[in-house]
């Protein structure tokens, strides 16, 4: 009876700790508007093999996407429409073992250990030039992707604009099942 009872409580414990960590947006580096690269996505919001939450698309990152161990993972260029804020987040755990390869990094091969934890998109404002479009739509581009030390399953948390929660999203990166 002791057993299931701290059991218990420690279930409660680990289960208030993460809902704490869900309610308080990380801080990380920032890739802005200036930091963005130019291409035209025709699709991008409407396609099975995109991951689109709201404003954002991750390219590519639906479904089983191939994982590279040339890259150490797999690029996902990252969309985010104009005028909008994205804060993409690693649990502390998954962090581990995967990494956000965006934003400010060193230059040559980049690993799981030189990548990010968190970073926040912030795309450019409303009517001016980014150089990128998706549906007709102006969106700011960010090359980059998704590193880890072997194929797995990669849960993230999308903080959007002002929103008091993340959104889940899981990466099956080279593998079809998450356990």
Request: net charge positive; with cysteine; glycine share 12%.
């Amino acid at each position: 009876m002791k057993v299931l009872a701290m059991t218990s409580a420690l279930g409660l414990a680990v289960a208030g700790e993460s809902l704490a960590l869900s309610t308080e947006r990380p801080r990380g580096v920032v890739a802005g508007c200036s930091m963005r690269a130019e291409a035209d996505f025709p699709g991008a919001f409407k396609s099975s093999r995109n991951v689109v939450v709201g404003p954002v698309v991750l390219i590519g990152a639906a479904g089983t996407p191939g994982f590279s161990y040339s890259f150490h993972g797999n690029k996902f260029p990252l969309l985010v429409k104009a005028g909008h804020r994205l804060t993409l987040e690693l649990s502390t755990r998954t962090r581990k073992g995967a990494g956000l390869a965006y934003g400010p990094l060193p230059q040559g091969d980049v690993n799981v250990r030189e990548a990010h934890r968190v970073v926040t998109f912030t795309a450019c404002r409303r009517g001016q030039h980014s150089g990128s479009t998706a549906d007709r739509q102006s969106v700011t581009f960010w090359s980059g992707g998704v590193l880890a030390r072997s194929p797995r399953c990669v849960p993230l948390r999308l903080w959007i604009d002002a929103a008091s929660s993340p959104r889940p999203v899981v990466i099956h990166l080279g593998v079809q099942h998450c356990g």
